[in-house]
């Protein structure tokens, strides 16, 4: 992951601190300077950043080892300032699945608020406790000061350290909760909500409503956001807007290479290179337009590997003309049966960036499959 820092890796998976991270202890220390809080209670406040962190982290593993329960796994957690991304390879297709990898990080949430009060009343008694509730309840409703101040004169004790960061750290814990169920999709509420759908619509068409739904609240978002002031709300309503209309079209893409196998789209006209043979061959051929990738073989018509494209636009400005293939081949070629999904064979040729498959049946070459024909079947048939 670039521009990131790797954390650690627990229970297999590696956790990353995205670079604008940084801004977070940048706005801690803002909010320090402009509160005219003492160095004490900057390092509370910067506790409480890193233990809210920690709790977006196992919140992600929720979601992350929920998946690995049906055998998803999880790239990586990336932790950001509007909050953490669980790289799941995929979401898994049934829908009671994926309704339960999706609850599973709010479900944490809830979990550590209850421990959290838990934790409260076993540290606080007396006085002090009824100071914690009062915290609470001040910070419900959403930081007003001014009522019921009585408290804080009978007791005489200023909520301070501990005893004011860990009810604060409670309620954050339930306003992720709350935010992360809002139905925009893909935000958690979105997946919950795709997956209520899809048990009766289907797939395509719940994700299209989904979809749909999760772009209006997004734009509700960002307009909400740059009125408040609430950038961070605006950031995430543009990731939510535009991480909606991809999976759209993902699940559409997904849903059209379904119906197709390798032998369906594969091309069975295709020039065969030998290995000894010198780059100007594959340079005309290029420059013909037809063929851009190709499949290269030994004297003994064993395929050995693919030439493509960019290889030889290298040869064609190094004016390499008379070198051999060989030394510009890719060795690792995916062979796939005619038989084989095209959903699958996409994701293969996205995941490893290939430009060619070989396609065979019985051990025999019958065709091959190149990036350009499938984003030339795509664009014709995807409306
Ligand atoms: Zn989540």
Known sequence: ?????????????????????????????????????????????????????????????????TARRYGVRTQDIILTPI????????????PVQEFLVAIAGPLVNVVLAA??????KLLF?????????WVLEQNMMFGGETEDMDVLEETGITPSGLLYYL?????????????????????DGGRIFRALLAMRLGRVRATQLASWM?????VLFVVFGLWKNAFSLALIGIFVFTTARAENNMVRLDALLRRFKARDLMRPNFTRLAVNDWM???????????ERHFLVFDLQDQLVGILEEARIVEAMKKRDLSAEIGQYIRPDVG???????????????????????????????????????LQNFLRLNSR
């Open 280 to 290: 100007q061959t594959p340079i005309g051929l290029l420059n013909q337009g037809l």
């Open 1 to 65: 992951m670039r521009g990131s820092l790797k954390l650690f890796t627990w229970f297999g998976i590696p956790v990353y601190l995205h670079w604008s991270f940084g801004l977070i202890f940048l706005y801690a220390l803002w909010i320090s300077y402009a509160n005219n809080l003492d160095t004490l209670n900057t390092v509370w406040l910067m506790g409480y950043f890193a233990a809210l962190f920690g709790c977006v982290l196992l919140h992600e593993y929720g979601h992350a080892l």
């Open 167 to 187: 009810p604060v750290l409670l309620l954050t814990n339930i306003a992720l909760v709350v935010f992360n169920l809002i139905p925009a999709f893909p935000m």
């Open 214 to 218: 999760g772009q209006a609240i997004a």
């Open 125 to 133: 008694e007396g006085d002090r406790w009824t100071l914690f509730n």
């Open 83 to 94: 909050g953490g991304i669980a790289r799941l390879e995929r979401m898994p297709e049934k």
């Open 115 to 120: 421990l959290l009060f838990f934790l409260g």
């Open 335 to 373: 062979v796939v049966g005619q038989e084989e999904s095209m959903e699958y064979i996409f994701h293969l040729l996205q995941q490893r960036g290939i430009g060619l498959l070989a396609v065979a049946d019985r051990g025999e070459l019958v065709g091959v499959i190149d990036q350009a024909g």
